[in-house]
């Protein structure tokens, strides 16, 4: 199953990609603790969630795990703003479905009503 979703011309295969970037910083950043390797798992996160939404589900193992290893660093104000700041700019898709409901306009047209009894 795996495998015909990575040979696809789909999303599955780069948001795989990016999924594994962040474990990859996220290890590196366990090992060395320092934080641009912890920016750089974020960043490779926000674009996977930006990339699809499934992508969101490893999210809080990643929360969990990083307060679990070196909370203090993890919730620094730099760390935080540029985590924030990250979060913002990596996912613009996820940014963009949601900037009409910020001007009260739904962000898609709704569907034409069915015409009701055509012939009668």
């Keep these: 199953m795996f495998w015909s979703k990575a040979v ?9 990609l990016l999924v594994g970037a ?3 910083a996220t290890v590196a950043w366990e090992r060395r603790r320092a934080p641009a390797y912890l920016l750089l798992a974020v960043a490779a996160a926000a674009a996977a969630f930006g990339n699809h939404l499934t992508s969101v589900g490893v999210i ?10 070196d909370a203090r660093q993890a ?17 613009p898709s996820t940014g963009s ?12 047209k709704p569907a034409r009503p069915r015409p009701r009894n055509c012939g009668r």
């Design 8 to 16: 696809g011309a789909e999303v599955y295969a780069l948001g795989g």
């Design 22 to 24: 962040s474990l990859l």
């Design 60 to 69: 809080p193992g990643y929360v969990a795990f990083v307060l679990l290893t």
């Design 75 to 91: 919730l620094r104000p730099r760390v935080l703003a540029a985590t924030a700041g990250i979060v913002v700019l990596g996912s």
């Design 97 to 108: 479905s949601f900037s009409g409901l910020s001007r009260g306009r739904p962000t898609s």
